[in-house]
């Protein structure tokens, strides 16, 4: 039973939400205002509507229904009306929603704060789905849906597993079809996130053949409503054998389109990223970032530019951090305003340890410096309103290509953090992020000094703590409740001056208050 004082702090919360979310729909206009698109199709190398009109979609990605949560992240932090309205009032026509197979089936989400969201407490996460496609329509919003996983613990290079068979890949995108056959807020699908490793583009192998197994689904999707657009990533391997990101590979489609019953519902979608996502090769170029273009236009833009298809670049995004990240996204915004190629920023979330988001870890201070740099793709709706900010925020995991959320706990209020501990040049800030009976989440802001770090390693006593059950940026080991961590990753080395945010999520019965932290680097 839950005390009466208690009861009505949350009633209160509840309250404070309402409100804020009222306040929100007053200061920024609703994009329901303006026309809907309603259903669209495909002419040549042009998305339309359906008099013929080009449309542009300008989408974000709002990832975490497919990670462990089963619930768009933010949840413990925003109230869900509050990020669609902020997308909506960004510019933004579009939410990428990822999800996994595996939530679909799930009985609950977690992680959804009941102060903040109270209708969404309880519900099944496919129910969960419903209220986001709904309250998206009331934003102004539309919705692709975006098969991102098979289960919840991490990418899948094929369309199927040992768990999920195509069969069932395909089951759910016709029973996804159905359950939204007469709501053109979902105007499309994304079948597969990101095949990559041994799936090929019309190889002739069943078993790998991405372009076959694509024209599968796209068929069965479209049979149960022919009004979708069926969006079709491509493949890591080029024809030719060179290799790009995952899902970018699309050179295959100029021999061997992707040919569907229903004709003019194909978009084809590639990923890109800079180089502090991954290393590849052409950010070396000394003619960098002048080759880029040439390199997006031979890899996929040739599609819509010479009329096969659309396309819709599926994910692009950058910490924007680095001069290279800043020339590339600059390049990249140049290219698409030129071409006007539809496009899904990653993402709406701060928590995407590769790019960061298009909020701060409150989830509601816009990272204006990234907007600015979209500025001319996107057409903001001023004014955006002043929110009071929430101290929760949330782990920031990584992997090594693409962009990608790890499990996140139930937040809980978050006390000041220490003071930074400095070690000769390098200092690091412990900040608490959250923390539960069991476990804890925490984030190190770590700073190189007037030189630059070759390494790094921080190190503090955690009573009771017996495992790190995920880090980003950083790789840690706990030693009789000593947790010690070391850079890696993107944040292995620090220029002068530079400051990088990593963390951790521990197991342990409490979190400490204000560790004293030791810190060690080399330069």
């Given at each position: 039973?839950?005390?009466?004082?208690?009861?009505?702090?949350?009633?209160?919360?509840?309250?404070?939400?309402?409100?804020?979310?009222?306040?929100?729909?007053?200061?920024?206009?609703?994009?329901?205002?303006?026309?809907?698109?309603?259903?669209?199709?495909t002419?040549?190398?042009?998305?339309?509507?359906?008099?013929?009109?080009?449309?542009?979609?300008?989408?974000?990605?709002?990832?975490?229904?497919?990670?462990?949560?089963?619930?768009?992240?933010?949840?413990?932090?925003?109230?869900?009306?509050?990020?669609?309205?902020?997308?909506?009032?960004?510019?933004?026509?579009?939410?990428?929603?990822?999800?996994?197979?595996?939530?679909?089936?799930?009985?609950?989400?977690?992680?959804?704060?009941?102060?903040?969201?109270?209708?969404?407490?309880?519900?099944?996460?496919?129910?969960?789905?419903?209220?986001?496609?709904?309250?998206?329509?009331a934003?102004?919003?539309?919705?692709?849906?975006?098969?991102?996983?098979?289960?919840?613990?991490?990418?899948?290079?094929?369309?199927?597993t040992?768990?999920y068979?195509?069969e069932?890949?395909?089951?759910?995108?016709?029973?996804?079809?159905?359950?939204?056959?007469?709501?053109?807020?979902?105007?499309?699908?994304?079948?597969?996130?990101?095949?990559?490793g041994?799936?090929?583009?019309?190889?002739?192998?069943?078993?790998?053949?991405?372009?076959?197994?694509?024209?599968?689904?796209?068929?069965?999707?479209l049979?149960?409503?022919?009004?979708?657009?069926i969006?079709?990533?491509?493949?890591?391997?080029?024809?030719d054998?060179?290799?790009?990101?995952?899902?970018?590979?699309?050179?295959?489609?100029?021999?061997?389109?992707?040919?569907?019953?229903?004709?003019?519902?194909?978009?084809?979608?590639?990923?890109?990223?800079?180089?502090s996502?991954?290393?590849?090769?052409?950010?070396?170029?000394?003619?960098?970032?002048?080759?880029?273009?040439?390199?997006?236009?031979r890899?996929?833009?040739?599609?819509?530019?010479?009329?096969?298809?659309?396309?819709?670049l599926?994910?692009?995004?950058?910490?924007?951090?680095?001069?290279?990240?800043?020339?590339?996204?600059?390049?990249?915004?140049?290219?698409?305003?030129?071409?006007?190629?539809?496009?899904?920023?990653?993402?709406?979330?701060?928590?995407?340890g590769?790019?960061?988001?298009?909020?701060?870890?409150?989830?509601?201070?816009?990272?204006?410096?990234?907007?600015d740099?979209?500025?001319?793709?996107?057409?903001?709706v001023?004014?955006?309103?002043?929110?009071?900010?929430?101290?929760?925020?949330?782990?920031s995991?990584?992997?090594?290509?693409?962009?990608?959320?790890?499990?996140?706990?139930e937040?809980?209020?978050?006390?000041?953090?220490?003071?930074?501990?400095?070690?000769?040049?390098?200092?690091?800030?412990?900040?608490?992020?959250?923390?539960?009976?069991?476990?804890?989440?925490a984030?190190?802001?770590?700073?190189?000094?007037?030189?630059?770090?070759?390494?790094?390693?921080?190190?503090?006593?955690?009573?009771?703590?017996?495992?790190v059950?995920?880090?980003?940026?950083?790789?840690?080991?706990?030693?009789?409740?000593?947790?010690?961590?070391?850079?890696?990753?993107w944040?292995?080395?620090?220029?002068?001056?530079?400051?990088?945010?990593?963390?951790?999520?521990?197991?342990?019965?409490?979190?400490?208050?204000?560790?004293?932290?030791?810190?060690?680097?080399?330069?």
């Amino acid at each position: 039973m839950i005390r009466s004082s208690r009861a009505l702090t949350r009633i209160g919360a509840a309250l404070v939400a309402v409100l804020l979310t009222a306040l929100i729909g007053v200061l920024v206009p609703n994009r329901a205002d303006a026309a809907a698109p309603g259903w669209l199709h495909t002419s040549g190398g042009d998305i339309v509507t359906a008099d013929g009109t080009p449309y542009t979609i300008k989408a974000v990605s709002w990832f975490g229904l497919e990670t462990s949560n089963c619930a768009p992240h933010g949840l413990w932090t925003i109230p869900l009306d509050e990020g669609l309205r902020q997308i909506a009032a960004m510019g933004f026509t579009t939410v990428r929603l990822p999800y996994s197979n595996e939530c679909l089936a799930a009985s609950a989400s977690t992680s959804i704060d009941a102060n903040v969201n109270p209708d969404l407490v309880g519900l099944s996460p496919l129910e969960l789905l419903d209220a986001v496609v709904s309250r998206a329509d009331a934003a102004g919003l539309t919705v692709i849906l975006d098969r991102h996983r098979p289960d919840s613990a991490a990418q899948s290079a094929l369309w199927y597993t040992d768990r999920y068979s195509e069969e069932a890949w395909i089951a759910d995108w016709r029973m996804l079809a159905e359950r939204y056959r007469d709501d053109p807020t979902v105007i499309g699908v994304d079948l597969h996130n990101e095949p990559h490793g041994e799936a090929c583009w019309g190889c002739g192998d069943p078993a790998r053949d991405w372009r076959a197994a694509a024209t599968r689904a796209g068929d069965a999707v479209l049979a149960v409503n022919p009004r979708l657009l069926i969006i079709v990533e491509g493949v890591e391997r080029q024809p030719d054998g060179s290799s790009t990101w995952w899902g970018g590979g699309l050179a295959g489609v100029a021999a061997s389109p992707v040919e569907l019953a229903v004709p003019d519902r194909v978009v084809y979608s590639p990923h890109d990223y800079p180089a502090s996502v991954y290393a590849q090769p052409w950010f070396a170029d000394p003619a960098y970032p002048a080759n880029l273009e040439e390199r997006w236009e031979r890899d996929w833009g040739y599609i819509a530019t010479e009329g096969i298809a659309p396309v819709l670049l599926g994910e692009f995004g950058t910490t924007y951090l680095s001069e290279s990240d800043r020339q590339w996204l600059a390049s990249l915004v140049s290219y698409l305003e030129r071409t006007g190629i539809s496009f899904a920023y990653w993402s709406f979330n701060p928590n995407s340890g590769d790019t960061g988001g298009l909020v701060a870890d409150d989830w509601r201070t816009p990272e204006q410096d990234k907007l600015d740099a979209l500025r001319p793709i996107l057409e903001p709706v001023p004014p955006a309103p002043t929110a009071v900010p929430s101290p929760t925020s949330t782990p920031s995991p990584s992997r090594p290509a693409t962009p990608g959320p790890s499990r996140t706990p139930e937040p809980t209020p978050v006390p000041e953090p220490s003071a930074p501990a400095p070690s000769g040049d390098t200092a690091a800030e412990w900040i608490l992020q959250s923390a539960w009976g069991e476990g804890y989440v925490a984030e190190f802001v770590v700073t190189a000094g007037a030189a630059p770090a070759r390494s790094w390693t921080i190190s503090w006593v955690s009573p009771g703590a017996t495992e790190v059950v995920n880090s980003w940026g950083m790789d840690c080991t706990v030693v009789e409740s000593r947790i010690t961590c070391t850079g890696a990753g993107w944040a292995t080395t620090l220029a002068a001056g530079q400051s990088v945010r990593a963390g951790l999520q521990v197991s342990a019965p409490s979190a400490p208050s204000a560790p004293q932290i030791e810190v060690r680097s080399s330069s």
